[in-house]
C-alpha cells in the first residue's frame, strides 16, 4: 500500500509540473519589438510587450548607458536591434539572468531619460522612453546668391527691419525677400540638448545681390546686421515651451462633430512652435511632437530639463453649456479655482493623469508646501505678466471668456521656477468654434496671438543675456561692431 501510495503522489507531482510548465508557456511574456527612432524633441524608444511587465532602469556612465531590465519576460526571436539614432550610439540586448530580458542603450552623451511610461496600443503594452535632445531640424538653409570676386559690403537699409511676429512673418512670405533661417548644433546651458538649442541665437538673414560700391578704406570696419552683432556677442536664445494638451489614450474633451482636443492642440502647439522659431532671439522646445500621452507632471518637468523662460500648455475649452464661448488664459491658483468654471475645468484636466495610470502626488507636506510658495512668489507674478500681454493678443483676433486672466490649480502650471500659462483657444464644445479651430488659417491666428504677447512681454522685460536684451540696450543697432551684453 505504502509503494501504491508514493507512486501515486509521484504521478500526481509530475502532472502539476506538466501543468506548471504548460501554464508558464501559455503565459510567457515577450518583448515583441525594440524601435528607436529621432523626433522633433529627442530620440524616443519604444518596447512593445504582449503584456505588462515589471521593469527596472539602471543609468551608466564612464562609458554612458542606459540599462532596461524587463522582468519575466523573454525576447521573441522576430525582434531586430535598430540602427543608431540621435543620442543613442547603439542598442543591445542580452540575458543576464533567465527570464530577465535586458536591453542596452549606449548613448553619445550623459542625457537623462524620460519615462520609461507605458501605454496601451490595440491591446499591446508599450514602455516609452525619451532622451531630450537636437531632433530633425524645423528649417533647412537656403542657398546665399552667388558672391562676385572682391565684393563691396552692402549698403546698410536707411530703416531697421521691424522685429514684430506679424513683421516677421510678413517678411517669411514675401518672394523676393525670403529669409535665410541658419541653425546650429549645440546644448542648452545645463548640458541638456534640446531639438533647436544651437548656444547662439538664430539669425534670420534677407539675402540680398552685392551692391556695387567703391571699395571701402582699410581701417574701417565692415558693417554688420544686427544678427551678426548677435552672434558675437554669443547672446542666450529665449527657449520657449510648448505643451500641446492630452494626447495618446487621453483625448481630451470632443467636439459635436466629433474634432478630438488632443488633435487640434497639436496642430496649434506645431504652428506655434514654427513661429517662434521664426523670430530672432527665440527658439521652442515642444514637449510632444505626435499622438502619445504624457503625465502631466512630466510636462512642466520637461520644460524645465530645457531651461525654459516660459511654458504655455495649449487646450481646447469645453463646458457642460454649448453656448459658452471665448478665449481663457489661466496662471496657478495656490488656493482653488477662481471660479466654479474654472474648478470644474481644473478638475477635468488633473483628472487625465489617472487614464495614464499615474496618480497625483500627494502635496500636502508641510516643508514642501512652504519652499513652494517661497520658490513660486516670482514665478507667479511672471506668469500673470505674461499671460495678461497674451490674453490681450487673443483679444485681438476674437471674443476672450473672461476681460482678465483666470486662475486654477493645473498640474502642469506648478513649476516652481519657469512662468507658467495654460491658454484655452476656444470652446470645443460650442460648434462655432469647434468648426474655427479646424481651419489651418484660424490656428495660424492663435499661434499669432500667443507669440504676439510673449514677444511683448520679454521687449518690455527681457532677460539679461538674452538677443531682447541687447535690442533694448541698443546694442544691436550698433554698426561699430560692439555689442556689449546687457548688465
Avoid at 206 to 226: D, F, H, L
Avoid at 235 to 260: C, N
Avoid at 405 to 414: D, K, Q, S
Wanted: some cysteine.
Amino acid at each position: 500500500m505504502r509503494t501504491r501510495g508514493l507512486r501515486l503522489e509521484q504521478a500526481m507531482l509530475g502532472l502539476m509540473l506538466l501543468l506548471a510548465l504548460c501554464w508558464n508557456l501559455a503565459e510567457a511574456r515577450e518583448v515583441k519589438s525594440v524601435q528607436l527612432r529621432d523626433t522633433a524633441t529627442g530620440t524616443r524608444a519604444e518596447i512593445a510587450l504582449d503584456s505588462r511587465a515589471e521593469f527596472r532602469v539602471i543609468p551608466l556612465s564612464n562609458p554612458d548607458r542606459l540599462v532596461l531590465d524587463v522582468l519575466d519576460t523573454g525576447l521573441s526571436p522576430k525582434v531586430r536591434v535598430p540602427a543608431s539614432s540621435g543620442i543613442v550610439k547603439a542598442v543591445r540586448t542580452g540575458t543576464p539572468e533567465p527570464g530577465i530580458t535586458r536591453i542596452v542603450f549606449d548613448l553619445a552623451a550623459p542625457v537623462a531619460v524620460i519615462g520609461p511610461n507605458l501605454e496601451w496600443r490595440e491591446g499591446q503594452a508599450v514602455l516609452v522612453l525619451q532622451w531630450p535632445g537636437d531632433g530633425k531640424p524645423v528649417a533647412t538653409e537656403t542657398p546665399a546668391p552667388p558672391i562676385a570676386p572682391n565684393p563691396a559690403p552692402p549698403k546698410p537699409d536707411p530703416a531697421p527691419p521691424s522685429n514684430s511676429p506679424a513683421d516677421i512673418l510678413a517678411a517669411k512670405s514675401t518672394p523676393d525677400a525670403m529669409p535665410t533661417v541658419k541653425q546650429g548644433s549645440g546644448t542648452v546651458a545645463t548640458g541638456v540638448p534640446t531639438r533647436v538649442a544651437t548656444g547662439e541665437p538664430v539669425r534670420t538673414e534677407i539675402a540680398k545681390q552685392p551692391v556695387a560700391a567703391p571699395p571701402a578704406p582699410a581701417e574701417a570696419n565692415p558693417v554688420q546686421s544686427t544678427q551678426d552683432v548677435a552672434r558675437n556677442a554669443k547672446l542666450r536664445q529665449l527657449v520657449i515651451a510648448i505643451d500641446a494638451g492630452h494626447g495618446g489614450q487621453d483625448t481630451g474633451a470632443i467636439g459635436a462633430s466629433g474634432t478630438r482636443e488632443k488633435d487640434i492642440t497639436l496642430q496649434v502647439a506645431r504652428e506655434l512652435a514654427k513661429q517662434v522659431n521664426a523670430m530672432p532671439g527665440m527658439k521652442a522646445y515642444l514637449t510632444r511632437d505626435a499622438d502619445f500621452f504624457i503625465p502631466l507632471d512630466q510636462r512642466y518637468k520637461k520644460a524645465r530639463a530645457a531651461k525654459a523662460d516660459v511654458f504655455v500648455s495649449i487646450h481646447a475649452d469645453a463646458f457642460t453649456n454649448p453656448q459658452a464661448n471665448g478665449s481663457s488664459v489661466f496662471v496657478l491658483s495656490q488656493r482653488g479655482a477662481s471660479s466654479q468654471a474654472a474648478r470644474w475645468l481644473a478638475n477635468q484636466e488633473n483628472a487625465a493623469d489617472l487614464v495614464g495610470g499615474v496618480k497625483l502626488k500627494d502635496k500636502s507636506d508641510t516643508l514642501a508646501s512652504v519652499l513652494l510658495d517661497l520658490s513660486q512668489s516670482a514665478t507667479q507674478r511672471a506668469s500673470e505678466a505674461i499671460a495678461k500681454d497674451v490674453l490681450g493678443g487673443l483679444a485681438r483676433i476674437g471674443k476672450t471668456h473672461k476681460r482678465d486672466i483666470e486662475r486654477a490649480n493645473f498640474v502642469v502650471l506648478r513649476s516652481p521656477d519657469v512662468p507658467s500659462m495654460l491658454v484655452e483657444t476656444a470652446f470645443i464644445s460650442n460648434p462655432d468654434e469647434e468648426r474655427r479651430l479646424k481651419d489651418p488659417a484660424y490656428q495660424r491666428q492663435l499661434a499669432r496671438a500667443v507669440l504676439d504677447g510673449i514677444d511683448r512681454y520679454f521687449s518690455r522685460l527681457p532677460p539679461p543675456g538674452t538677443w531682447y536684451a541687447a535690442k533694448r540696450s541698443g546694442s544691436l543697432g550698433s554698426s561699430d561692431g560692439s555689442a556689449d551684453a546687457a548688465p
